[in-house]
């Protein structure tokens, strides 16, 4: 018989309930509002995001990796097993508590990558993480990863989004180093938000991972040579 999912955690967030399910040993929700938005058993896309992207930079001397939203740590520990020991990575996230989260019931999921001593964890939005690289002076960062709940869509204000709109993807530009990379999770292909990337300098690679199933959009946009 299935066991039933059980609320281990819950707050009160600006945008809503965020929870935390369990079911079983490893079978995580978390949930907002009751919609999904993670699934401890179907991350494939997830996985390959953060691979994809680090392995894009992992040959560099120090690369410097920011990834927008923490979530169960899959993406975060996709990338750092995909980086040098050198490496620094930086994790935004909005919510204190999905840290606590990722060093407590989710710990084991991603073998405590959160406290892996490669990763620097800000609180505050990971807008605010690329303006600050994109400063003049500023240090860059080689690849950044959005791996947020909302990718592009038809919904993108295509001018005002703060993460996909076309001033923000100039401002990604701006905070990555030359041949950086700029690596974005979406629940689908987003012609719009292509054109946008080309149009701010990115060669763009589409890739949907696995065979059969939900196959999300995972992007690979490179800026410069």
């Known amino acids: 018989m299935t066991q ?3 609320t281990i955690d819950r707050v009160d967030t ?6 935390l399910r369990r079911r079983g040993e490893r079978d995580f929700l978390i949930i907002i509002n009751g919609r999904v938005l993670m699934n401890s058993s179907a991350n494939r896309s997830e996985i390959a995001l953060g691979e994809a992207a680090c392995r894009a930079v992992a040959a560099r001397k120090k690369p410097r ?21 050198t490496a620094q990575v930086v994790v935004a996230e909005l919510n204190p508590v999905v840290i606590q989260w990722c060093r407590g019931p989710l710990s084991e999921l991603t073998g405590s990558a959160v406290d892996d001593g490669r990763v620097t964890v800000a609180i505050e939005d990971v ?7 994109a400063q003049p002076g500023a240090e860059r960062f080689d690849a950044i990863i959005i791996d947020l709940y909302e990718g592009p869509g038809t919904a993108t204000d295509a001018k005002n989004d703060p ?7 100039k401002v990604a530009a701006s905070a990555l180093s030359a041949g950086g990379v700029f690596a974005v999770w979406g629940e689908n292909s987003d012609a719009a938000f292509e054109k946008r990337l ?3 300098g990115f060669s763009v690679e589409r890739q949907r991972p696995g065979r059969g199933g939900l196959r999300h959009v995972v992007y690979l946009a490179k800026y410069g040579r």
């Open 4 to 6: 039933p999912w059980q």
């Open 14 to 19: 600006a945008d809503g309930v965020l929870e």
């Open 65 to 85: 990796v920011l990834i927008g939203g923490l979530g169960m740590g899959l993406t975060l520990r996709a990338a750092l097993d995909s980086l040098p020991p």
């Open 127 to 133: 807008s605010s993480s690329i303006a600050k690289a």
């Open 163 to 169: 993460f996909y709109g076309s001033r923000a993807v």
């Open 198 to 200: 080309t149009a701010a």
